[in-house]
């Protein structure tokens, strides 16, 4: 079975800049679900920034295929085009498009990238209020303006509609969990267990293990000063919630 | 939803590299001799056929010009122009007042296809019938340079009772219509431009609706440049009378060429007790080069007066193209309970310059104005909101609202705003907001994530930004517009 995603000793900086990602190396085969732990300023979210492109961020060696693909030489477009999501820690506020079309926008782009005939407005608008039943995201957020005025709940949810609309093979969740509470963070988790399936992945980064009880790991990797340091099954995140990174960040120096 | 979408897939339709609409009609032109005299203003009347008293007020107004300097306080740059080195007057030469399409020259016909108008429109002009209550009627009134050839609906628009036609032809059929209401609301006095416009216009439209008539259809005019260093004159002039209402839509393109083109045009609108006037602008005048030459000079002076009770003026303006834009489309707010609307969308890209804003002159009491203003910036343009609230000593009651947007795409460009608020009436309320912001780099990324590319993502949040006045624009131009403003943003980011 070729892997999904695989990094070879990568490096990254911030453009002009500090050193973040520091000889990284990760294989992600399809099915699995790998979960990033470190503390913060560990580089965690570079990491995902690097992944899917966003500009600012200069990959000094190294190499990433994805799907068998070199990534890297790919527009943050075409990484999604290929089955890329990012699910952000900070979704951000587009004023004045309305979350539907914005749906239907971001679908129907990646389809023509694909060469995959294009979704009808009746449609695209089935799917998305079926999604929507299950997220608990009411018709009235589907005409706002994306994520304008979404309290942190709801635009978490609203991450995980699109994900699921967009139906990725590798999705990366920055800190998914942040600014949820219970009842958000089941909405958000079951979305995820519903897109579960052995053709589909994810990456989900967290320094929290709380997340973990509900978006359960088969693999989980402790991430420090730039590299994966330890890797283990699900108990270790249980092991890192009792006694902390402190053993890692000193083995990482 | 659609919207979006169709302004996605229209830009990848449409081929960028070069100006679209740069090409011109060979049609032989009747040319008053180059520059500006008595006698080229005489030619022009004869020419027309006009009345004694028209001449007469041609003639005062260029005699007024040569006594008025160019105004300098708008923030745009450009060579000094020689008013002398301008043809004044240019007429297409094979026909002579057409009496029906059919006399329409088929090269003219050609050039409205190649223009890419509206398939309604071109519809239209080619006289196909619509059928009845399938797509809301416009008609058409085109200026192809300086004589209008083509005047559609014109029965349908004369059993209502409406008078739509060429202001030339109005002179000779309605002339003291014409007469009552002519240079009241932009006298010849007004300013340098509006005065040589008095003096030197060509044509322009002119539109009366009776009392209590609901204008059965949006009326459109397209306006072209088409004959080398003609400055265009033209001249419209709007009337609703007592309860009438009346949607005009006016839009425009221009060929590619060399040399600058001055384009000053004068518009007109009077509205009595409890009418109303729409008028809205989509312009897309050539905006010069990559290095600004060749762009189009639009100086234009439209204002509308309400001079009735509860009467209503609502400007909404596109403006994507030219390469200097002076432009402050103004109601003058003289009737009891009057209102003023101006909805604008500024956009400057490469080397434009745009000064545009508007004045909303409070006069009687009760009245109420709202401007909603959204200017883009991109490329090393500028782009000025210039704007005027002012409530008279007896403006009891007045009410404004203003709020001033401005997004700025890259570093090289500027965004600049300059309001001006005057009350003299203690009980004026007067808001105003603005903003400026730059496209941020994080929102184009968190597009790209979705699958946008970069145009698409810059289309989209532009789209949004824009969203409160493009839905002030009739359905079918709303759509011309947002493809507009996507193509004149093609390239605006790196």
Partial sequence: MAPLLEIRDLHAEITGGRKIINGMNLTINPGEVHAIMGPNGAGKSTLSYVLSGKPGYEVTSGEVLFRGVDLLSLSPDERAAQGMFLCFQYPLEIPGVSNMAFLHTAANSQRKQRGEPELTSPELVRKVRELGKQLGIDTDMLKRPVNVGFSGGEKKRNETLQMMLLEPFLSILDEADSGLDIDALKVVSNGVNAMRSPDRSFLVITHYQRLLDYIVPDVVHVFAAGRIVHTGGKELALELEATGYAQYQNEAA | ?494
């Fill in chain 2, 1 to 494: 939803m659609a919207a979006v979408q169709d302004t996605v897939e229209q830009v990848r339709s449409i081929d960028v590299d070069q100006y679209k609409y740069g090409f011109e009609t060979n049609i032989e032109s009747e040319k008053a001799p180059k520059g500006l005299s008595e006698e080229v203003i005489r030619f022009i009347s004869a020419r027309k056929d006009e009345p004694e008293w028209m001449l007469e007020w041609r003639l005062d107004a260029y005699r007024r010009w040569l006594n008025m300097a160019e105004p300098t306080w708008a923030r745009v740059d450009f060579p000094q122009i020689d008013f002398q080195d301008l043809y004044y007057y240019a007429a297409p030469k094979k026909f002579k007042a057409p009496k029906s399409l059919d006399e329409v020259d088929p090269e003219i016909l050609k050039t409205y296809e190649k223009l890419g108008i509206p398939l309604r429109e071109q519809e239209v002009l080619a006289g196909v019938e619509i059928p009845e209550g399938e797509r809301p009627k416009i008609a058409v009134d085109a200026v192809f340079d300086s004589v209008s050839v083509a005047t559609t609906f014109k029965e349908e628009l004369k059993a209502a009772g409406v008078i739509f036609m060429p202001i030339s032809e109005a002179l000779r059929e309605h002339p003291d219509l014409v007469r009552q209401y002519l240079g009241t609301v932009v006298p010849t006095t007004d300013n340098y431009y509006a005065t040589l416009n008095s003096a030197v216009f060509s044509d322009g439209s002119f539109v009366y609706i009776p009392p209590g008539v609901r204008c059965p259809m949006e009326l459109s005019t397209y306006f072209r440049i088409n004959e080398k260093n003609t400055g265009q004159f033209e001249r419209t002039l709007i009337i609703a009378d007592k309860g009438a209402y009346v949607s005009y839509l006016e839009g425009c393109t221009a060929p590619m060429r060399d040399e600058n083109q001055l384009h000053a045009a004068v518009v007109e609108l009077v509205v009595l007790d409890d009418a109303e006037i729409k008028y809205s602008t989509v312009q897309n005048w050539y905006p010069g080069d990559a290095e600004g030459r060749g762009g189009i000079y639009n100086f234009v002076t439209k204002r509308g007066d309400c001079r009735g009770r509860n009467s209503k003026i609502s400007w909404t303006q596109v403006e994507t193209g030219s390469a200097i834009t002076w432009k402050y489309p103004s109601c003058v707010l003289r009737g009891e309970g009057s209102s003023g609307e101006f909805y604008s969308i500024a956009i400057s890209n490469g080397r434009q310059q745009v000064d545009s804003g508007t004045k909303m002159i409070h006069l009687g009491k009760n009245t109420t104005s709202r401007i909603i203003s959204k200017g883009i910036s991109a490329g090393r343009s500028n782009n000025t909101y210039r704007g005027l609230v002012s409530a008279h000593r007896k403006a009891t009651g007045a009410r404004n609202f203003t709020n001033c947007d401005s997004l700025l795409i890259g570093e090289t460009c500027g965004a600049h705003t300059v309001p001006y608020i005057e009350a003299k009436n203690p009980s004026a309320q007067f808001e105003h907001e603005a903003t400026t912001s730059k496209i941020s780099e994080d929102m184009l990324f968190y597009c790209m994530q979705r699958g946008l590319s970069q145009e698409d993502a810059v289309a989209l949040v532009v789209n949004g930004f824009v969203r409160d006045v493009l839905q002030q624009l009739p359905m079918e131009f709303a759509v011309e517009a947002q493809k507009l403003i996507s193509i004149s943003l093609e390239g605006s980011v790196g």
